[in-house]
């Protein structure tokens, strides 16, 4: 599942970039799942929000680093996001992968 081993490095020296990556494709793929209006939208929200801040500072500076208010953000919200996960079908979860990876191959990004 993205995102389990991200949730156990944050706030670790070893934290990297595949391991942000890994928390926004959580974020994603519940975004992405979840029907409109669901609690648990505005928490992948933030997440994806704490993710860009994260990833601005990282092509500043050079390195990956996270702050007390993302960290918060970011650790409540893969608890959470893992446990909606975990209750859909995974054929939704399969859906939303496709659907990402046809997005990714017609236009060479993904919007998240």
């Given at each position: 599942m993205p995102g389990f081993q991200a949730s156990v490095?944050?706030?670790m020296a070893h934290l990297d970039e595949q391991h942000i990556y890994d928390l926004l494709s959580n974020a994603d793929m519940v975004r992405r799942i979840a029907p409109d209006g669901?609690?648990?939208?505005p928490i992948a929200n933030?997440?994806?929000?704490?993710?860009?801040e994260i990833q601005a500072r990282a092509q500043r500076l050079g390195k990956f680093?996270?702050?007390?208010d993302e960290m918060?953000?970011?650790r409540d919200g893969i608890g959470k996001t893992m446990?909606?996960?975990?209750?859909?079908p995974n054929v939704d979860i399969s859906r939303a992968a496709s659907a990402a990876l046809a997005e990714f191959d017609r236009t060479g990004v993904l919007r998240v």
């Open positions: 490095a944050l706030g669901h609690e648990i939208l933030d997440m994806v929000q704490a993710i860009a680093g996270v702050n007390g918060r953000v970011l446990v909606y996960l975990r209750a859909v």
